[in-house]
């Protein structure tokens, strides 16, 4: 079993950043990916970035150039940090991680998840 621990979110002002952290605990994996998602009220829960065991990482197109994924395999952390805040960026942000096959960008694709952090921007 994998325990995934969101933190880091908060009230901001447009334009501000944040930096989002996810904490893994119990079993461990070396391969498949670490994923970003958000779902704010009323709306789906959808992809924000997702980075694989071996580096590379993916990003929705909304947050492309703005947020960055990054991950400390020794310190079991992964990272996503948010620059130029838009406040269509509000949202409760969870953490989720897969072993591998399938897509990053579906939900559906990853087996665990964190109990999200609520982020709120305001304009």
Excluded: H
């Amino acid at each position: 079993q994998v325990q995934l621990v969101e933190s880091g979110g908060g009230l901001v002002q447009s334009g501000a950043s944040l930096r989002l952290s996810c904490a893994s605990s119990g079993r461990t994996f070396s391969s498949g990916s670490m994923g970003w998602f958000r779902q704010a009220p009323g709306k789906e829960r959808e992809f924000v970035a997702a980075i694989r065991w071996s580096g590379g990482s993916l990003y929705a197109d909304s947050v492309l150039g703005r947020f960055t994924i990054s991950r400390d395999n020794a310190k079991n952390m992964v990272y996503l940090q948010m620059n130029s805040l838009k406040p269509e960026d509000t949202a409760v942000y969870y953490c989720a991680a897969r072993r591998g096959g399938g897509s990053d960008y579906y939900p559906t694709q990853y087996e665990y998840w964190g109990q999200g952090t609520q982020v709120t921007v305001s304009s």
